[in-house]
């Protein structure tokens, strides 16, 4: 198979050589792109009549054959070519001959692997954009079916406040949330044309850069050729908010692992989405969820990829930058496989309320809201802290609840007590009182829900 260069060299290239810089076996995912780009750059060369008409409707019009072959699945790539970009040109040359070699006029594999990678990003942050949004409309969904279920809230992993499980849930909705306003900036710095940019200078032959750019939809060009072709920021940025996701469905996972122990029962995550033991019958595994919090891991190992690879490099394009894409599209796939299957989790996971209330048995949980009670009456939070403290030192030597000790006893801490401070140990009770905006009251959740 023919290279796209060669002129030069008196002797046929190593096959080890050959080998180990070969890139066919991951590029070729950008098949569609590379195509795409290539109708527009001939539909350009044609009109600035750079190259006869005729042959750059010609070669249109072979690509667009191509295009199709590429997306029934009928198209063949040898997996001994060198990359994708040599596998179309020689795909084009048997099928419209010699007027395929003009389209590489005004262009380098420089320009066009660059053009290739940004629109391969683009088409995917808007996919993954779409199952973000998915995964917060199953969130939502489950928040509202169990709006009325309490649990722990926990701070150092110790029982802190009563929370509805719901509030829990949409804090993962805002971290989704921040994840996709990520990926959006990104996205202003994927959208920027780099063909025409050529191998480092630009070229002295008569481009239309704008052209090209409106006919593949990206809103800017370059303004630096020697910037354009050794520019992988986007990559690196893309995987950056990618391994932040990734910590985002890491932590979430965490938390169902722990609501569903055995410890808490809170949740049930289905028989669809667990996986069992080869040895111990009883089991019943998270598995999927311990998958998706270890591959957060796999997300931050595919930055720090990529980041070597550049940290050192001088301008402008370097070979060392076709190693990017293997990070950058295990990225993509990592975090797709990720969001659908959480979404799918949701949709079968199942809550035990009564587990959910014997863990707020403890009435130490209500600490904080006798604490209020007091700084209501007017007492300094320091001291209403103190008292609080004390009181709870003084039921936990005696093995009493705090509903236990007697309100003669509250009044020995201070003379503030009434009755009414009964009414607060109960956790319908507690998560009514944080009306403060943005918490876990359910009208304040409901609010939420209703604006999400």
Known sequence: MSKMWGGRFNKKTDPLVEEFTRSIQFDKKLAEYDCLGSIAHAKMLGKCRIVPKKHAVKIVSGLNSILKEIKSGKFKIDASSEDIHTVIQNALDKKIGKSSAMLHTARSRNDQVSLDTRMYCKDKLNYLIGLISLLKASIKVFSRKNIDVIIPGFTHMQNAQPVLLAHQMLAYC?????????????????????LGSCAISGTSLPIDRNFVAKELGFSKVSSNSMDAVSDRDFVVEIISGLAILGMHLSRLSEDFIILSSQGFGVLNLGDEFSTGSSMMPQKKNPDVLELVRGKAGTLYGNLIEVLTIMKGLPLTYNRDMQLDKEPLFKAVETVEGSLKVMTGLFKVLKVNKDNALKLLEDE????TDVMEYLVKKGIPLK????????ILSYSMDRKLKLGEVSLRELRIFSSEFNKDVYGLLNPGKSVSLKKSYGGTSPDEV???????
């Open 364 to 367: 130490s949980i209500y600490a």
């Open 383 to 390: 001291e209403a802290h103190d008292i609080t403290g004390k």
């Open 446 to 452: 409901r609010k939420k829900l209703k604006n999400e």
């Open 174 to 194: 805002d971290m989704f949330d921040r994840d996709m306003e990520r990926i959006k900036d990104t996205m202003k710095r994927v959208d920027i044309l780099p």
